[in-house]
């Protein structure tokens, strides 16, 4: 009998570490690929609304400990897969609360330091802002290999970063890519050295985090609102997002910086 593991356990699988302005949440479980289970799931989507709520982390960074950022959900006896295969019904699922659902709600920008990566592990990654690969990695959407679709919002971001004609290629062949491909094909911007793949995302986020976070956050929002609404609906939204950004103390600071000729300081205020 598989005994399922305990919170303190799981809680040593999915680790938030703070730095400065940075959150940098990792999945840690390398033995088995960073493969996800159940409770791995509630884990990861507690550490990603904790940082988004800390009012003093400006960006996410989302990664895996060893070559595998996740390697999918758990196909073991405590996994989500075969809990899910040990029942004829389909279980009631609480979609608003699930790690690609809160992904794409979060305002903070989010980096993945992307490993190899397949199946649930590269919707994660398709769920973050900005990916950076590791040149060793491989990247596989075999979905259809395995019977079933991507479920956890591939479908619908592949179309959006690749176009159809390349998303449709990619999911219905389930082709493994290496990093340079994925690169080649905007699925990633940037691949670099494994051992460097950590630090390049870091400071990547510094430099992200030097800038008035509360003008980054409502950049992201309207990027993210713009996919689904038309140009003129978009620049009145975009209008009203100026209003409180125009009365903020950071506004003040970055034009006073600018004439002064200096560095702004921020405080997201």
């Not at 479980?29 to 990603?48: A, G, K, S, V, Y």
């Not at 979905?143 to 919002?153: A, D, I, L, Q, Y």
Request: aromatic share 6%; charged share 25%; glycine share 8%.
């Amino acid at each position: 009998m598989t005994t399922q593991p305990d919170i303190a356990d799981v809680e040593e699988e999915v680790l938030l570490e703070k730095h400065d302005h940075l959150a940098v949440i990792t999945l840690n479980r390398p033995e088995f690929q960073n493969t996800i289970t159940t409770l791995m799931l509630d884990t990861l989507c507690e550490r990603m609304l904790e940082a988004e709520a800390d009012p003093d982390i400006r960006v996410i960074i989302l990664n895996g400990r060893g070559r595998f950022f996740c390697g999918g959900l758990d196909l073991r006896g405590s996994g989500v897969a075969a809990n899910l295969t040990k029942s004829q019904r389909i279980p009631e699922l609480d979609l608003r609360n699930t790690p690609p659902t809160v992904l794409n709600k979060i305002n903070k920008p989010i980096i993945c330091a992307m490993g190899s990566s397949a199946g649930y592990g590269l919707d994660l990654a398709l769920g973050c802002d900005i990916r950076l690969v590791a040149k060793s990695a491989r990247i596989s959407a075999a979905f259809v290999k395995r019977g079933v679709t991507p479920e956890s919002g591939g479908t619908w971001f592949l179309p959006r970063l690749l176009g159809w004609s390349k998303a449709a290629e990619l999911i219905f062949t389930g082709r493994v890519l290496t990093a340079e491909q994925a690169k080649d094909m905007g699925l990633v911007s940037d691949c670099v050295e494994d051992d460097k793949l950590l630090d390049s995302a870091i400071e990547l986020a510094n430099e992200i985090a030097m800038n008035a976070p509360l003008a980054v956050q409502s950049s992201k929002r309207m990027m993210r609102m713009g996919l689904d609404e038309g140009f003129e609906d978009h620049v009145y939204r975009v209008f009203l997002q100026l209003i409180p950004l125009l009365k903020s103390e950071d506004f003040k600071e970055g034009m006073t910086a600018f004439m002064e000729r200096r560095d702004p300081e921020f405080h997201g205020r």
